[in-house]
T-cell receptor, first 111, second 114 residues
């Protein structure tokens, strides 16, 4: 089955810096890659997703890139703000149903 | 839209008791998912339904766990008998499958088995 690895487990940046979180997946048939943000005690919320027919997608300060050959995808957050502090999860699936999640990255943005 | 609604938000019970978690998906969504989140194992898919039919229950940890979806607007996850290692946050999520829409999560049930 699919296996998703996520790095780093913890990331500390200064406000205004960029943050990059990387994930690798094992199943070359996977074609859907969402990213979720989870604040402490809250539910995971989708922030951006990418499908395998696209190499990059951007939404304001957030972007995701996908390298199908290398089987890895990354989340890029520019101009980080304290409210970006949360745990971020990547996931992969073939189709849109059976998501396999990474282990999460705790992002801390210091003012 | 009210979003995915889960109840209860918190549950504390003693080992051996039956626990029932409830979920109301977003109206019109045809997929429903149950996840478990722990520090050790992260976010794991337990089971998912399509049009009220269980499609994949390979993530259900053992026979003590069961899930049902009697209609399009309600699902339950039952643990009987409960054990301390079942303590976790259980999330329900739903999605609209035909247009490949993403999954939307409920607020979760924090379960503590003493």
């Amino acid at each position: 089955g699919e296996n998703v690895e996520q790095h780093p487990s913890t990331l500390s940046v200064q406000e205004g810096d960029s943050a990059v979180i990387k994930c690798t997946y094992s199943d070359s048939a996977s074609n859907y890659f969402p990213w979720y943000k989870q604040e402490l005690g809250k539910r995971p919320q989708l922030i951006i997703d990418i499908r395998s027919n696209v190499g990059e997608k951007k939404d304001q300060r957030i972007a995701v890139t996908l390298n199908k050959t290398a089987k890895h995808f990354s989340l890029h957050i520019t101009e980080t703000q304290p409210e970006d502090s949360a745990v971020y999860f990547c996931a992969a699936s073939m189709g849109f149903q059976k998501l396999v999640f990474g282990t999460g990255t705790r992002l801390l943005v210091s003012p | 839209d009210a979003g995915v609604i889960q109840s209860p938000r918190h549950e504390v019970t003693e080992m051996g008791q039956e626990v029932t978690l409830r979920c109301k998906p977003i109206s019109g969504h045809d997929y429903l998912f149950w996840y478990r989140q722990t520090m050790m194992r992260g976010l794991e898919l337990l089971i998912y339904f399509n049009n009220n039919v269980p499609i994949d229950d390979s993530g259900m940890p053992e026979d003590r766990f069961s899930a049902k979806m009697p209609n399009a607007s309600f699902s339950t996850l039952k643990i009987q008998p409960s054990e301390p290692r079942d303590s976790a946050v259980y999330f329900c999520a739903s999605s609209l499958g035909y247009s490949n829409q993403p999954q939307h999560f409920g607020d979760g049930t924090r379960l503590s088995i003493l």
